[in-house]
């Protein structure tokens, strides 16, 4: 059983940055890949960005590219996402989520997921 907590949300002007974190219980963090997925309003959650086991491996959606930096501390059992550059169209809940799948982008291979939070991005 892994539990997450999400933090560091918030209003923020267009072009600016925000980091969001990621605080997970239990003792097999290491052992799961962790994701960023967020959902605006009316719209479907997608995925932003993903870590494996190790940080060995960091993936990305187009939207992320270049913007956004996924990282984790096992040591620490958290799970950050740096966001620069942020554009209205960031805005969302965001999510973190652990799961063991290797489809990176599927909501369907992550087994625990954090309550969200809000991002708002000002134009």
């Known amino acids: 059983q892994v539990q997450l907590v999400e933090s560091g949300g918030g209003l923020v002007q267009a072009g600016g940055s925000l980091r969001l974190s990621c605080a997970a219980s239990?003792?097999?963090?290491?052992?799961?890949?962790m994701g960023w997925f967020r959902q605006a309003p009316g719209k479907e959650r997608e995925f932003v960005a993903a870590i494996t086991t190790n940080a060995g491996r960091l993936y990305y959606a187009d939207s992320a590219q270049g913007r956004f930096t996924i990282s984790r501390d096992n040591a620490k059992n958290t799970v950050s996402l740096q966001m620069n550059s942020l554009k209205p169209e960031d805005t969302a809940v965001y999510y973190c989520?652990?799961?063991?799948?290797?489809?990176?982008?599927?909501?369907?291979?992550?087994?625990?997921w954090g309550q969200g939070t809000q991002v708002t991005v000002s134009s």
């Open positions: 239990g003792r097999t963090f290491s052992s799961y890949v």
């Open positions: 989520a652990a799961g063991r799948g290797l489809r990176w982008s599927n909501l369907d291979d992550y087994n625990y």
